[in-house]
């Protein structure tokens, strides 16, 4: 039985972000049979992270964009939080050195997806699990494929707090502190 992978790869391409991630369960959904996937990926198309998750080959791959298209794809709400969260607001109180930490709060039902501990992204993923919010103080970012769910600054400055002295030190939260005079 041939496959014509001609105008649905096209429609894939167009459809997904060049810097996120594709879901396996999510492509069944939209028309994309495990055969077909399987035939994406032979080809060089597609290239798989996990068992489930892909990406199109040859691209750089953005945590933004992977947690923007894994909130659209799978129905997840994983979400930007503590110094990550102020970083993204824009209240950077310092330059990391080496490869910046991506904090990301999930759900304490849920375990930490294997896509996560890859190294393939521009971030390292740092993800907890809390249950001091029930209902999470959230900012929603509409990106072009996806959601990105962020804590508010309050909230974010919480989490820190919570997560100190494990992540964070006293003192830098101090200076941090100092700076979010507008909360």
């Not at 060049?18 to 399987?38: A, C, D, E």
């Not at 040859?58 to 945590?63: H, I, M, P, T, Y």
């Not at 740092?126 to 494929?145: D, G, S």
């Amino acid at each position: 039985m041939d496959i014509n992978t001609g105008s649905k790869i096209n429609q894939l391409l167009m459809d997904t972000d060049n810097n996120g991630l594709i879901f396996s369960s999510w492509l069944k959904t939209q028309g994309y049979s495990g055969q077909l996937q399987k035939q994406y990926r032979t080809s060089g198309w597609l290239t798989s992270l996990s068992q489930g998750v892909m990406y199109r080959t040859g691209s750089k791959l953005s945590a933004y964009s992977a947690l923007a298209t894994c909130n659209l794809q799978t129905g997840s709400k994983y979400r930007i939080a503590a110094h990550s969260a102020l970083e993204y607001a824009g209240f950077n109180h310092y330059v990391p050195m080496g490869k910046p930490t991506l904090s990301i709060a999930l759900c304490p039902t849920k375990k930490r997806p294997s896509w996560m501990k890859d190294e393939m992204f521009d971030f390292v993923f740092r993800p907890f699990y809390t249950e001091a919010f029930p209902t999470p103080e959230v900012i929603v970012k509409e990106q072009e494929h996806g959601l990105l769910y962020v804590s508010s600054p309050e909230q974010a400055f919480l989490e820190c707090l919570l997560l100190a002295p494990k992540y964070y030190d006293y003192m830098d939260l101090y200076y941090i502190m100092e700076q979010l005079t507008t909360l």
